[in-house]
């Protein structure tokens, strides 16, 4: 199938970059990705999206809150549908993931002295953050390693009673673990200092 035009770049719940390619029979958006897969709006594949319906349906109760994703996708209507887009039209990851954000158009926030970029939201409800090095941060600005040490320290709160940092409840900083992810990019050759 041809394409006219497609959307601008955005970044999916998954992690994954995409860009608009048509609407499905169900009037949802569906996505190009990074390495030219088909995405429905919440930045899953097919093959992914039918083995969750398939678990779901051996379990007989169509019960999707146990995704490790936002989708809620019950049908892959649009996502087998071959379309004919040149790589070079595929959404990419083509700098630092912190300037990435901001090109396209993430909020931004300061803590401390650094600012921040917010990424997404996982299924889980923690908002994931980005520092100019590549680092992962929650809303309030705290990196993997602080969380766990507030939540080592829950009855010791004197240990950061100098420090600026906010005592936040956030509890995990868990990345969506997906193939062409921005953050999969990012570790591996775009910040290589990052510790997701
Ligand atoms: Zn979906
Ligand atoms: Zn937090």
Redesign the pocket.
Known sequence: MSVPSLGPTVLLASGRLGRKVGINRSDRPVFIDSEGHICCEHGERAPTIQAWINLERAKDEGDVTNRPSVCDCQNLDGLLTRYDIDEAQWPKLTCPLFKQLGSLGAAEAKFNTRPQRFALTTHEGVELWVQPSGMLV???G?SKKT?NKLLQNTNDKAKFRSSRI?K???SSLAVPRRVGSVFAAAKSKLAPRLKA
Request: glycine fraction near 12%; include cysteine; proline fraction near 0%.
């Open positions: 929650c809303k309030h705290n969380l906010v936040c409840g956030c």
